[in-house]
């Protein structure tokens, strides 16, 4: 945890990556499907690849280059670690904090390169549906806060729903893909890139920052409606019918399309 544009796990005095990742990439931030909270399990690997040399004045040193002296590791990975990992990685980031707009709501860290569309199902089903299962068992009992928390937790389950199945505007869209090759619902390519795969989930309606859907902060990343720079070459209308205006070829690198699985599936057949 050294300042934000040179932290990386990997360079934590001992760090053994193989021995600190997490099986499924899904990192919740408050307990959730009986895994403790990511700050603990920070404090756990911090203890690990510092060892004899972690103690009280190492944890508040870290806190302070990140900018929270004074506050804790929760207060860091809730409110500070995305905007600062987006910054690190140019706006193209591959751990994503995806939350339902509640402070001390239920929130997650979910590596990208990990989130199949079985884990995403995952997250939707077992770590959120437990904390709605929560939720309501706090509601039962008349917690202060727990109605307005369930409430939150069923619209982000709702989102997550809408980016599994991807009908439009929930797609992923590559316009380098012919149609018959178009991903159909959250079957992301990572070779597609980050700007293409993360599209659904600022897509959702927002829960927090305008344009940042259920991300915490929103990313730098646009996708129009102004065409990418440069001209495609040549390509059928049938399978690439963005880049043509009626029986015109324009070339026009777009991104802002959307397609329907029926329109893809129709292309597979």
């Not at 300042?3 to 990386?8: E, I, T």
């Not at 316009?175 to 090759?181: G, Y």
């Given at each position: 945890?050294a ?6 796990f990997?360079r ?14 899904i990192?919740p931030?408050?307990p959730?499907?009986?895994e ?9 690997l911090?203890?690990?690849a ?28 809730r409110?500070?670690f995305?905007?600062?990992?987006c910054a690190?990685?140019?706006n193209?980031p ?8 509640h402070?001390?709501g239920?929130?997650?860290l ?7 569309h079985?884990?995403?199902e995952?997250?939707t089903?077992a ?13 039962d ?5 727990s ?11 709702s989102a997550?729903?809408?980016i599994l ?9 590559v ?7 178009q ?19 600022m ?26 720079r ?5 390509r ?13 070829f ?20």
């Open positions: 945890m300042a934000p544009d040179r932290f990386h990997s934590l005095p001992g760090a053994r990556p193989e021995k600190l990742a997490d099986d499924d990439g990192v931030i408050s959730a499907k009986g403790g909270p990511a700050a603990e399990r920070l404090r756990e911090l203890a690990r510092y060892g004899q040399d972690w103690n009280v004045t190492k944890h508040t040193e870290l806190l302070a280059q990140v900018g929270y002296a004074g506050g804790t590791l929760e207060d860091w990975l409110n500070g995305f905007e600062q990992h690190l990685f140019h193209r591959f751990i994503w904090h995806l939350w339902h707009g402070k001390n239920f929130s997650a979910v590596n990208y390169h990990k989130l199949t079985a884990n995403l995952k997250l089903y770590y959120l549906g437990d904390w709605i299962r929560r939720q309501q068992a706090g509601v009992a008349g917690e202060a806060g109605d307005a928390r369930l409430q939150a937790a069923k619209q982000l389950q997550l729903k809408l199945e991807g009908e439009p505007p929930y797609d992923i869209f316009r380098w893909k012919a149609l018959s090759k991903t159909i619902g959250w079957q992301p390519d990572l070779n597609d890139g980050v700007r293409m795969n993360i599209r659904p989930f897509s959702v309606p927002d829960v927090g920052k305008k344009g940042a859907g259920i991300l915490r902060t929103k990313p730098n990343i646009n996708w129009g409606p102004k065409p990418d440069g001209k495609e070459p040549q059928d209308k049938k399978e690439f019918p963005w880049f043509w205006n009626g029986s015109t324009t070339g026009d690198r777009v991104n802002d399309v959307h397609l329907t699985r029926e329109q893809k599936e129709k292309a597979r057949k």
